[in-house]
C-alpha cells in the first residue's frame, strides 16, 4: 500500500464523482502544503512569475462571501438534522463534503452491516466505483484481503494498522492486486474512513471460502459494469 499525495490522488481522474469527493474531502481534512505539494511546484512557480496578471471579477469578493455564508448554513444545519442521535453526531462533525454525502444517503437508506463492529453507509455518488463511508469500532477491523482492483481510503478519524504500517486521520492511501492486509482500529476514537474502490475485497482463508460461496455484499448500483 502506498499513501498518496492529492496530485497523485486526482491525475487523470478529475471526472470521477468518487475521487473528485475524495479530493474535496481532503481539502477540507488537510490544507497542508507538504500532502498538496508537486514535485514540479517550483518550475510552475517560475513560469506564473511570467504572467501577466489579471484582474479579478467585480463580484469574485461577495461571491466567496456567499460560499463561506453557505458553507455556515450547512454546518448548522447538520448539527440540526443530528439531535440527540450520537451516530448522526458523529457524521455531522465529519468533514463537510463526505457529511453532506452521508446524510442524503441516510435519507434513502441505512447502514449496513460489515462484520463485528463494522458498519457501511454506500454513498451514491455515481461514476464507476463504490463509494461508502466506513464505521469500524476500535479493536475490530476486516479479515485478511487482497484487492480485485484499487482500492483508496482516506482516515476521516482514528488510525487503523494493517499490519504493515499505521494509518490515522488525513492519510490517505491505495491498494492495488497483489497487496493483502488486515485493517484493525486502533483502541480510542472510532475510525471512520472514506473508501472509494473498483472491485470488491478478495478475503484470504476461511472468509475467502465463504465469499466465494455466498458473494461479497457489493451494492450493484454503484458497482464498475
Known amino acids: 500500500m502506498t499513501v498518496a499525495t492529492l496530485p497523485e490522488l486526482i491525475a487523470g481522474r478529475a471526472d470521477d464523482p468518487g475521487v473528485r469527493l475524495l479530493a474535496e474531502t ?25 504572467e501577466t496578471p489579471s484582474a479579478l471579477e467585480a463580484a469574485a469578493f461577495q461571491d466567496v462571501l456567499s460560499r463561506i455564508g453557505e458553507a455556515e448554513i450547512l454546518d ?30 441516510l435519507e434513502r437508506g441505512a447502514w449496513s452491516f460489515g462484520g463485528f463492529g463494522i458498519r457501511r453507509l454506500p454513498l451514491p455518488v455515481g461514476g464507476n466505483a463504490h463509494v461508502e463511508l466506513m464505521r469500524i469500532q476500535p479493536g475490530f477491523g476486516a479479515a485478511e484481503h487482497d484487492h480485485a482492483a484499487e482500492e483508496l481510503t482516506l482516515i476521516l478519524t482514528g ?4 499490519g504493515h504500517d499505521r494509518y490515522a486521520a488525513g492519510d490517505l492511501t491505495v491498494a492495488r492486486p497483489g497487496f493483502s492486509h488486515t485493517p484493525v482500529a486502533e483502541p ?12 470488491p475485497p478478495k478475503f484470504l482463508g476461511v472468509f475467502g471460502v465463504l465469499q466465494r460461496l455466498l458473494g461479497f455484499p457489493w451494492t450493484r448500483e454503484a458497482a464498475p459494469a
Not at 26 to 50: H, Y
Not at 79 to 89: F, T
Not at 188 to 199: D, M, N, Q, R, S
Open 159 to 162: 488510525a487503523y494498522h494493517d
Open 76 to 105: 448548522t444545519a447538520a448539527k440540526a438534522a443530528a439531535g440527540a442521535d450520537p451516530r448522526r453526531a458523529e457524521i455531522a462533525a465529519l468533514p463537510s463534503p463526505v457529511r453532506e454525502a452521508a446524510l442524503a444517503a
Open 26 to 50: 481532503i481539502a477540507v481534512l488537510r490544507a497542508d502544503a507538504d500532502f498538496i505539494a508537486r514535485p514540479d511546484d517550483a518550475a510552475a512557480a517560475e513560469f506564473l512569475t511570467a
Open 188 to 199: 480510542g476514537e472510532i475510525c471512520y474512513v472514506l473508501a472509494v474502490t473498483y472491485g
